[in-house]
């Protein structure tokens, strides 16, 4: 670990900034330099992890390829790296007080008053510094969650200013604030984020990097101002205008010399700067689409967005790649009715119906994959939106009428979804789902192996309940086959209906694997049969 470098991203004046999006070009840039990089995010809620909150609460639960729940600004570092993050990559003020606390209780402290200062922050330096523990990476950038200033991310300001002093020539701060513009007076404001590095100041650090988050141009002179009361040379006060989309951010970023000025600071090689080739296709191929479809996604947070973001991301991904704009239709299944459900979907050329847990707007569900179905729109469903369509299946195909899982209705005389045997003595919430990569052995000539152009895969999981075996014969015989089975449980992973143009249904989350440079096969699948199927219908 001796040779990792560690930069610091904070925020200040408003939170929501991007300071995800920051952290992650930060790490592109300078991985496209050739240096090794990685990103973890410090987040100052009690919870020991996201998995318990509510999408409304925190937006989108992120799984790691090693069973983490953790804040979705880690699925930005992965989509941005095309590197896989693991437990190690986020980091709660919940899990630091349950180490310490279990510490106690073991008595490692020796009898000692357990304190936040040395003993929390000691607790926080060495999370920070587990990602890297072997010197594995050139840089570690950690991500603070919320705002300065902010009670509950003292704690951790705190160990980073510690970090400095004890890793000399090896930490740098990188703050990210607001700059307002007034149109009453036509100005932009530097106030705000003059008050904003006090704040830091005061707690003992002085940023190395100010990045001004902007809607319009910063002029010379601001940014000399800014230098100048902040303590920052002029060089490092960096322009971040508001993007069209977050992946040109590592390109403004680029502009601005971010990643120069960070290597400079650490007197590193710099070295030419890179053409990020396949990046700039991308985003060319993603701006200027040869066609539109409008695919609906069909779930019960649609207020939120941010609840759904992999699953939008990866449509991006793969619309690009296809030289595509997939327009999505956030859906609410709790207002689809038998009346309206031609109307709602009948402009859309594919039907997603996203993972999810609880029976609220379950039956608008089910609505919209009877929807699919019967009228041949390429259907994808997700976790809950394959038990879903399991669910509609047996009940309007194979006649169970009464047919639901188990989650929905205990008493549901046909349970063709069930709890999983090991779920069933559960009783904590948090961290006890069947998470993380497993494996599947595909079905020769499926539609799963002809996407996946292979074998077995690996793919990451996040539930609880599971088609039911005791039902399978009948659904195969019926025309429902399972073209993916877990080889060491039987667990039905992947569900097709041959004879229909596109319908896939996955126990999984794919959409936790795509990033800019590999787009998930499965969503690249599907958005082809919508373009096919959208050229048809015309």
């Known amino acids: 670990m001796s040779k990792t470098k560690f930069i610091f991203v904070t925020g200040g004046v408003a939170s929501s900034l991007g300071k995800g999006i920051i952290s992650a070009s930060i790490g592109k840039l300078l991985q496209s330099r050739g240096y090794k990089v990685t990103i973890q995010k410090l987040d100052p809620y009690l919870n020991i992890d996201p998995g318990t909150l509510n ?15 953790t804040d979705l600004d880690l699925g930005h570092y992965e989509r941005f790296l095309n590197t896989p993050t693991t437990q190690a990559n986020n980091v709660t003020t919940g899990r630091i007080y349950k180490n310490v606390i279990e510490k106690e209780r073991r008595g490692d402290f020796l009898g ?7 003993h929390i922050t ?10 890297s523990i072997k010197g594995e990476f050139d840089f570690v950038i950690t991500e603070i969650g919320g705002t300065v200033g902010d009670i509950e991310s003292l704690p951790f300001i705190e160990a980073v200013r510690q970090m400095k002093w004890e890793h000399e020539g090896r930490c740098l701060f990188v703050h990210l604030t607001f700059v307002p513009f007034l149109a009453a ?4 404001k530097t106030k705000p984020t003059q008050h904003s590095v006090k704040h830091l100041l005061e707690a ?11 809607e319009k141009p910063l002029s010379a002179d601001l940014k000399k101002k800014v230098g100048l009361f902040c303590n920052v040379d002029m060089d490092s006060v960096v322009e971040a205008r508001d993007m069209a989309t977050i992946y040109e951010v590592p390109l403004a970023m680029l502009e601005e010399k971010l990643d120069v000025t960070i290597l400079k600071k650490f007197k590193m090689k710099v070295g030419e700067q ?14 200027n689409p040869k066609q539109t479809i409008q695919i609906a996604l069909v779930g019960k947070y649609v207020e939120l967005a941010d609840a759904y973001k992999s699953i939008i991301e990866s449509f991006v991904h793969a619309g690009a790649s296809l030289e595509c704009k997939v327009s999505i239709s956030l859906i609410h299944s709790e207002e689809l009715t038998d009346e309206n459900v031609s109307e709602k979907l009948g402009n859309c050329a594919g039907i997603l119906v996203a993972p999810g847990f609880g029976h609220r707007g379950i039956e608008g569900k089910f609505l919209a994959i009877k929807y699919a179905r019967e009228q041949l729109v390429p259907f994808f469903g997700i976790c809950l939106g394959m038990q879903c369509a ?8 194979l006649g169970y009428k009464q047919a639901n899982s188990t989650e929905m209705s205990r008493t549901t005389p046909f349970p063709v979804i069930d709890i999983m045997q090991e779920q069933k003595n559960v009783s904590d919430m948090g961290g006890t789902m069947r998470l993380g ?13 002809k996407i996946y152009q292979a074998d077995s895969i690996i793919e990451r999981h996040r539930h609880r309940y599971e088609f039911n075996n005791t039902y399978l014969s009948e659904f195969e015989q019926a025309g429902m086959i399972a073209t993916g089975i877990n080889p060491e449980t039987e667990l039905v992973e992947i569900v097709e209906i041959p004879t229909h143009p596109w319908f896939v249904g996955v126990q999984f989350h794919p959409e936790y694997r795509s990033t800019v440079v590999a787009p998930h096969p499965l969503f690249q699948s599907f958005v082809k049969a919508s373009i096919a199927f959208a050229k048809q219908r015309k």
Do not use: M
């Open 55 to 69: 999408p409304y609460e925190h937006g989108e639960c992120y799984v790691t390829i090693d069973g983490a729940e």
């Open 112 to 118: 000692k008053t357990v304190q936040i200062i040395p």
């Open 122 to 131: 000691d607790e926080i330096k060495r999370n920070i510094k587990l990602v």
């Open 185 to 188: 007076s036509g100005e932009l």
């Open 204 to 214: 003992g650090i002085q940023p190395d990097v100010l990045v001004l988050r902007t």
């Open 274 to 287: 890179p053409a990020l080739i396949p990046w700039r296709t991308f985003i060319d191929k993603h701006k």
């Open 390 to 397: 399991v669910i509609e299946f047996a009940r309007n195909v």
């Open 437 to 449: 990569g497993y494996p599947c052995v595909l079905k020769k000539r499926s539609n799963a192996h």
